[in-house]
């Protein structure tokens, strides 16, 4: 069984104008939710054993967030299509993923991992919040994802436990 982890990326910063949208760092928010989500997911104790992230300012701190709470000692993965990309580009790197590989922990951003998400399974999310992470598990290769070929595993993202 295999499992694919979708994490948007944690809360950016707008606050410098002349940035340019990849090069923008986490927000204050963003760096207080990013370690609670990765605690609440470590919970789950699902061991990663390789992490993709688009190269963007703010999925690859967000991933590095995420590696030292989950004790990762891997390197992350970046790849710079991820960045801006449609579902489809983004089923495009899963379904390259080497097969000694069995969970996955994939950092990118919005619309793109919301729709892969509705696309991998039948269980409709409407938008993934930034920090939201997603589980799926397949029985299939990597190169054999596509359209409602995984189960969903849960749905968890910062404002869940707020009253």
């Known amino acids: 069984m295999r499992n694919l982890i979708l994490l948007r990326h944690a809360k950016s910063s707008w606050k410098d104008a002349s940035l340019s949208d990849f090069d ?12 609670q989500m990765a605690t609440r997911f470590a919970q789950k104790k699902i061991d990663v054993d390789l992490i993709i992230s688009s190269s963007a300012r703010r999925t690859a701190d967000t991933a590095n967030i995420f590696t030292n709470i989950l004790f990762y000692k891997s390197n992350i993965v970046f790849v710079d299509k991820l ?11 899963i379904n390259k993923i080497g097969e000694k590989y069995q969970n996955v922990l994939l950092v990118c951003h919005n619309p793109g991992i919301t729709n892969l ?3 991998l399974s039948d269980y409709f999310i409407d938008n993934i919040p930034t920090t939201g992470i997603v589980g799926f598990s397949s029985d ?6 596509k359209e409602n070929s995984c189960s969903f ?11």
């Open 24 to 35: 923008r760092p986490l927000s204050n928010r963003g760096k207080r939710d990013a370690p």
């Open 83 to 93: 960045y801006e990309a449609s579902n489809k580009q983004i089923l495009e790197v």
């Open 117 to 119: 998400a509705n696309y």
């Open 140 to 145: 299939r290769n990597w190169k054999e994802i």
């Open 153 to 163: 595993l849960f749905f968890d993202y910062p404002k869940m436990y707020l009253k």
